[in-house]
């Protein structure tokens, strides 16, 4: 059994047929993905993940993605600390994400804006603890910021996205309780840094995950060039992670079935919630 740690089935990509996410995610099923884990970006779309969740039978986290702090209001937070409170007792809600903080893009990294987002963290941060949930991370040229936050406010763990930082800040968030989650972007050879520690981390700290449909893998990216000359980009599903755990485990020399097993465990251990939903599971019963 594998699970995908973060997918955005929601997202327009995929389009508004719930018969096509349907199959997508039953595609997925077939390959052996037990439970997916759908993270919303937004107030808008925190009723959608949660529909969407239990008509698939997966997880979902409620939160504010760092993306999407420029057009956020301040209201939008009580919102989100109103559907915590509200879905308490729901077993597929797991954790507060997709939070975080991007300094990759330009425009986030204004004086203004890198504040407004580091307070709309704090802040998220400040509800997961009041909730008693994990977070989902989005780290994108800003761990040591939001490892900063995390020791000022600390949650008890979850999962840093998408991880491409340091050996010593992967070290510091192990530290604080989080697994780091490896996708498509550990397929490309090139991508050195992500395969030695895909491949040096103590088994115990990887997760996986697609980030559907952001992040393909090697086999469905298409170069900028030839996708300018008409050649479409590969749509990435969560039916890619099998094969993007096949890559970590012949990284790591070991076999597909104890790569799945440990890093559904390590998911687990990352987001509780999970642990009821993963024994409950198609395949698991």
Wanted: proline share 7%; charged share 20%.
């Amino acid at each position: 059994m594998w699970i995908d740690t973060h997918c955005h089935l929601d997202a327009s990509e995929f389009g508004p047929d719930p018969a096509l996410i349907s199959r997508i995610r039953a595609q997925a099923g077939v390959g052996g993905v037990g439970l997916c884990v759908i993270p919303a970006v937004e107030r808008a779309n925190f009723d959608t993940v949660r529909r969407l969740a239990h008509r698939l039978g997966d997880a979902y986290a409620l939160g504010i993605h760092p993306l999407c702090v420029p057009h956020a209001v301040d209201d939008d937070l009580q919102a989100l600390d109103a559907a915590l409170a509200e879905h308490r007792d729901d077993p597929r809600l797991v954790a507060v994400g997709e939070i975080g903080l991007d300094f990759f893009v330009p425009a986030l990294c204004e004086p203004a804006t890198r504040e407004r987002q580091e307070w709309f963290y704090r802040e998220q941060l400040r509800l997961a603890r009041r909730h008693g949930l994990p977070v989902i991370l989005h780290v994108r040229r800003s761990a040591d910021a939001l490892l900063k936050h995390l020791r000022a406010l600390p949650t008890g763990g979850g999962i840093a996205h998408a991880f491409n930082g340091s050996l010593q800040q992967a070290r510091t968030f192990l530290d604080l309780g989080f697994k780091l989650g490896f996708g498509g972007t550990v397929t490309f050879e090139p991508a050195q840094q992500i395969r030695r520690l895909a491949t040096e981390l103590p088994l115990s700290a990887l997760v996986l995950e697609t980030d559907a449909p952001d992040i393909p893998p090697q086999w469905l990216y298409v170069p900028a060039a030839e996708r300018a000359a008409g050649r479409p980009q590969g749509v990435n599903t969560p039916a890619e992670l099998p094969r993007i755990g096949q890559v970590v485990a012949d990284l790591r020399g070991i076999g597909e079935a104890a790569l799945a097993d440990a890093t559904t465990a390590n998911a687990s251990a990352a987001l509780p919630r999970l642990a009821h939903l993963i024994n409950h599971a198609p395949g698991q019963r």
